[in-house]
Nanobody, 119 residues
Framework: QVQLVESGGGLVQPGGSLRLSCAAS????????MGWYRQAPGKERELVAT???????NYRDSVKGRFTISRDNARSTIYLQMNSLRPEDTAVYYC?????????????WGQGTQVTVSA
């Protein structure tokens, strides 16, 4: 059973920074693309950033230049460094991973971590 565990959320003032982490554990062969999604109250879940197994990133337009996704394959972990945070970044952030395991490539989600940007 593959598990994704997120950490690093919290309350921060506008303009501040937070760093999220997501570690994968369990039985698997490898991890393909990993990413961060977020869901604000009353809104649909949206993609924030993804990173391939080779480290190629992709960002939604509204976070480009402010957020940086990175990956440590040896630790099966991804990070999201969030700078210049805005109130509209407030949401529950979810980690996502496409995992190669017995049975094929399967999608897994973390439990989510709350990020609140408020004065």
């Amino acid at each position: 059973q593959v598990q994704l565990v997120e950490s690093g959320g919290g309350l921060v003032q506008p303009g501040g920074s937070l760093r999220l982490s997501c570690a994968a554990s369990g039985s698997f062969f490898s991890i393909n693309t990993m990413g961060w999604y977020r869901q604000a109250p009353g809104k649909e879940r949206e993609l924030v950033a993804t990173i391939t197994s080779r480290g190629s990133p992709n960002y939604r337009d509204s976070v480009k230049g402010r957020f940086t996704i990175s990956r440590d394959n040896a630790r099966s972990t991804i990070y999201l460094q969030m700078n210049s945070l805005r109130p509209e970044d407030t949401a529950v952030y979810y980690c996502n991973a496409n995992v190669n395991e017995r049975g094929g490539d399967l999608i897994h989600w973390g439990q989510g971590t709350q990020v609140t940007v408020s004065a």
